[in-house]
């Protein structure tokens, strides 16, 4: 079943790149510049997955529901202020999950197409694929800001569809949020959920991707098999 699709559509945060330590650090440094009270890094952890605005305006409430009351000039500030601190910390302590470059290059050899379809602003893909040095694996990189809509909308995925010259069949949808797999389903793309990511808390099982795996290698492993 899964030898049979050779284009894989990977998420980034949470799927190859254990972002969070880095995004917590531009977050409390963004709230610090305000005068605001910080988080530890756990807290933050589970308030990324939907993009930096969504990361800021949860930081801004205090919590993963964003407060209805917040000042839309104070995130655009915010947001402006957070993606100048990110820059700066993009690999500071962000590193791949275990197996992640070694499963890359396994499938890369076996001839399998790699994409990344991240809800990350698209400025920021690039440099942290090269300080992770695998940024020569992927033939495609689609941001959160590529297009007006991100996931859980499909957009992102029927765009990378068309850029590739592949059809829905074709492709795994490979991500560790609700988001990557409802993308997936809407865009009638079979999917693989990773449980190490950041998934609010939630068993990614219970989004019904079709398969699920808890380790990269898991994954590679799968694909790999005749």
Same mark, same amino acid.
């Given at each position: 079943?899964l030898q049979?699709?050779n284009?894989?559509l $990977?998420?980034l945060d949470?799927?190859?790149v254990?972002s969070?330590p880095?995004?917590a650090?531009?977050?409390n440094r ?5 005068g605001k009270?910080t988080f530890d ?6 308030w990324?997955?939907n993009?930096?605005?969504?990361l800021?305006?949860r930081a801004?409430?205090g919590?993963a ?8 000039s104070?995130?655009?500030d915010?947001?402006?202020i ?5 820059e700066q910390?993009?690999c500071?302590?962000s ?5 992640v470059?070694e499963?890359?290059?396994?499938l890369?050899?076996?001839g $399998?197409?790699?994409a990344?379809?991240t809800n990350?602003p698209a400025v920021f ?8 040095e695998?940024d020569?694996?992927f ?10 809509q ?6 992102q995925?029927?765009?990378a569809?068309?850029?590739l010259?592949?059809?829905a069949?074709q ?6 949020s ?5 993308a997936?389903?809407?865009?009638n793309?079979?999917s ?8 609010y808390g939630e068993s990614?099982a219970?989004?019904?991707p079709e398969l699920? $795996?808890?380790t $990269?290698a898991q ?5 790999l098999?005749?």
């Amino acid at each position: 079943m899964l030898q049979q699709k050779n284009v894989l559509l $990977f998420d980034l945060d949470g799927t190859l790149v254990n972002s969070a330590p880095d995004l917590a650090l531009a977050v409390n440094r963004t709230l610090k510049d305000l005068g605001k009270k910080t988080f530890d890094g756990d807290t933050i952890h589970h308030w990324v997955g939907n993009g930096a605005k969504v990361l800021i305006s949860r930081a801004l409430s205090g919590s993963a529901d964003i407060d209805p009351k917040l000042d839309q000039s104070l995130i655009n500030d915010a947001l402006a202020i957070f993606l100048a601190h990110y820059e700066q910390c993009l690999c500071v302590e962000s590193v791949l999950y275990p197996g992640v470059k070694e499963g890359l290059v396994s499938l890369k050899s076996a001839g $399998f197409r790699l994409a990344i379809i991240t809800n990350k602003p698209a400025v920021f893909i690039q440099p942290i694929l090269e300080g992770l040095e695998v940024d020569n694996l992927f033939e495609l990189l689609i941001g959160g800001d590529t297009l007006p809509q991100r996931k859980p909308d499909p957009a992102q995925l029927n765009y990378a569809l068309a850029e590739l010259n592949v059809t829905a069949e074709q492709c795994w949808m490979i991500g560790d949020s609700k988001n990557d797999i409802l993308a997936a389903k809407a865009a009638n793309i079979a999917s693989v959920g990773l449980t190490y990511g950041y998934n609010y808390g939630e068993s990614i099982a219970n989004y019904h991707p079709e398969l699920c $795996f808890d380790t $990269f290698a898991q994954l590679t492993e799968s694909l790999l098999a005749k």
